[in-house]
């Protein structure tokens, strides 16, 4: 099942449940499809936020690595990488990798999802005994502000390894505090190393076969704003024009976002900086990341 294809089951089994339709699939192409209801249709088109990828290697590793969890993992999934992150490579890397995935997926049920905890190291560098600052780099770095001025000393953090934290409050809020007791414990010059998970979100999904990765390669990941407004914008006005001759009486842009969590997505903001004429005719547009829907447009209720 292609990345698409997910997002285009997403999307109409949202669709379906906020607006009490009975939408289901009549046509397919290879951007979009047409589903019924009744008489009434709808012209959706689906298009990635960044790429497609030009990386040959990584989309070949991206095919085997599927193909391997396919093996292992029972049932249609969809696994969503955080934006920075790689695919797994080498042993035993790999092989623990899909054991974690295994032992989550086999106990989600159709349309759930939750996240694998993957293992990995913060490192916590006390540079000197002076000030009460975390300079932070990686993943926790939008939350520095809570732990900065609660430690004793100069401290660089390195959370790198970090692309997706759990959802729940309360992980943060205990990372947080370890982070907190470890830096009185660590002399100027040393390092310690703080042991925590990166979450990677798996889903089940019902209506295919196979395991499908949803994700673009670490570097095709940076500076992720600046190539979603330059996309968007694109991708606007070429769906529109494009649906706006469809036979159809409801109009759908579906947008595939590769955002660490759909919280922190771009693409709400980057929408209000454009003209509403370049997206009129278009009766949803809505933005799919780590396995959410988001509608940044729909009709009133």
Same mark, same amino acid.
Not at 120 to 145: C, E, M, Q, Y
Not at 190 to 208: H, K, N, Y
Not at 227 to 243: F, G, K, P, Y
């Given at each position: ?18 607006? $009490?339709?009975?939408?289901?699939? +009549? $046509? ?22 960044? *790429? ?8 070949? +590793?991206?095919? &085997? ?9 029972? *049932?249609?999934?969809? =696994? ?32 759930? &999802? ?16 002076? *000030? ?5 780099? *990686? ?37 947080? $505090? ?27 999904? $019902? ?21 979603? &407004?330059?996309?968007?914008?694109? =991708? ?15 109009? +759908? ?7 660490? &969590? ?40």
């Amino acid at each position: 099942m292609s990345e698409s294809s997910v997002a285009l089951h997403l999307f109409l089994r949202w669709l379906n449940q906020t607006h $009490e339709h009975r939408f289901h699939m +009549a $046509e397919r192409s290879e951007s979009g499809a047409m589903a019924i209801e009744d008489s009434l249709r709808l012209a959706i088109e689906v298009r990635p936020l960044l *790429g497609p990828t030009e990386s040959g290697e990584w989309l070949a +590793a991206r095919e &085997r690595i599927g193909e391997e969890i396919a093996a292992a993992v029972p *049932g249609p999934i969809a =696994i969503w990488l955080p934006a920075g992150a790689d695919l797994p490579a080498g042993e035993p890397t790999t092989s623990e990798f899909i054991e974690h995935l295994r032992e989550t997926a086999v106990k989600l049920g159709p349309h759930e &999802r939750t996240f694998v905890p993957l293992p990995i190291n913060l490192f916590l560098r006390k540079s000197s005994d002076g *000030g009460s600052v975390v300079s932070t780099t *990686g993943g926790l770095n939008p939350h520095w502000a809570r732990f900065t001025e609660r430690v004793r000393g100069t401290f660089d953090l390195d959370s790198t390894r970090l692309h997706r934290l759990p959802e729940s409050e309360e992980h943060l809020e205990s990372l947080i $505090e370890t982070i907190v007791e470890r830096s009185g414990r660590v002399e100027v010059g040393r390092i310690a190393e703080i042991e925590t998970v990166d979450a990677w979100t798996v889903q089940r999904l $019902e209506e295919s076969e196979g395991v499908t990765i949803v994700g673009v390669p670490p570097l095709e990941a940076q500076d992720m704003g600046l190539a979603v &407004r330059r996309n968007l914008r694109r =991708i606007l006005a070429d769906v529109t024009h494009e649906l706006r001759g469809a036979d159809a009486g409801l109009k +759908a842009l579906v947008l595939l976002g590769y955002y660490p &969590r759909i919280e922190v997505e771009g693409a709400s903001i980057a929408m209000r900086g454009f003209s509403p004429a370049l997206y009129s005719g278009l009766d949803f547009v809505c933005l799919v990341a780590d396995g959410l829907v988001k509608p940044l447009i729909q009709p009133p209720a």
